[in-house]
């Protein structure tokens, strides 16, 4: 009984130590075609003669769009606007009544909004609370927000705000979802779906004038961080602006006037106001508004 039991034993703790050993020998191949197949790789050259420049890599063809990069806002709402900010609409298709819209709102702002914005809209999410932006979240209990168009709030998800302080999301949140959390938003203000001021209707205009940057005060968004009234918000007040010294976060200071004006406006980020985040967007902008901008600001005395 002994001999069986220590051959046994043997057998066992042989088969238990051998593990393999390096060979320098090819390894088998169970199925060879799906190791030497033909296929071509976009970093290396074509040289099946297929392409007359050689490049396996190839640009998309003219006049087509690939799959995932079709510009679906378009397709589900018209008259956004070229910013997304002009319309005051909710788009047909979404219902933003119905108690399912904003219950799927609802879960689609706890996870990519309240980290920031609070759970109850407030602005005092974790993140804002550790202080580690920029800009701190608005609340959305404010009646400035209160008073923004769905457009404005849907490019805000879309495009994001104040140089990333909040970035877009556009690639986490899909179209119909990002209406659907302004649905959910707007039963948090506890104000109509569609309300806000109309958009504002900016004329063309040929020559500059404080009342033509009146309007664009208001069209381009300035409103959000200048106030016209003293008031401390993101960016610097227009009051009393024009002449007045201001101390640079870079160190020095510098007088506002009709040149630092127009560099702040074209290049926000080459000479910001110490103690102000360097939030400020670069805007598109023609001379003719540049100039109308800087006359409103001089104005507001």
Known sequence: MRAPLLIALVLCSTLTACRGGESDKPPVHFIPNMDTQEKGKAYRRDTTGLFA??????????????????DEDD??????????????????????????????????????????????????????????????????????LKGLLVGKIYAAIKNGVN????????????????????????????????????????????????????????AKGCVACHTLDGT????????GAFGRKEALASGGEVTVDDAYLKESILKPMEKVVAGYPPAMPTLPLTDIEVDSLILFIKAQQ
């Open 53 to 70: 420049d050689g490049r396996m890599m190839r640009a998309p063809v003219e006049g087509t769009v690939a799959i995932g990069h079709l």
């Open 75 to 144: 397709t589900l709402h018209e008259g956004l606007g070229t910013d997304g900010g002009t319309t005051q609409k909710f788009p047909v298709s979404i219902a933003f009544d119905d108690a399912a819209v904003k219950e799927h709102g609802k879960l689609r702002y706890d996870i990519y909004c309240a980290t920031c914005h609070g759970v109850l809209g407030d602005g005092k999410g974790p993140t804002a609370l550790k202080g580690g932006l920029m800009v701190p979240p608005p609340s959305f209990h404010d009646p400035r």
């Open 232 to 239: 401390r918000t993101v960016g610097p007040t227009w009051k």
């Open 163 to 218: 140089n990333g302080n909040m970035p877009s999301y556009a690639a986490q949140i899909p179209v119909e979802d990002r209406w659907k959390i302004i649905a959910y938003v707007r039963q948090l203000q506890g104000v109509p779906p569609e309300s806000g001021e109309g958009a504002v209707v900016v004329p063309a205009a040929t020559v500059a004038s404080a009342e033509h940057g009146a309007l664009l005060y208001k």
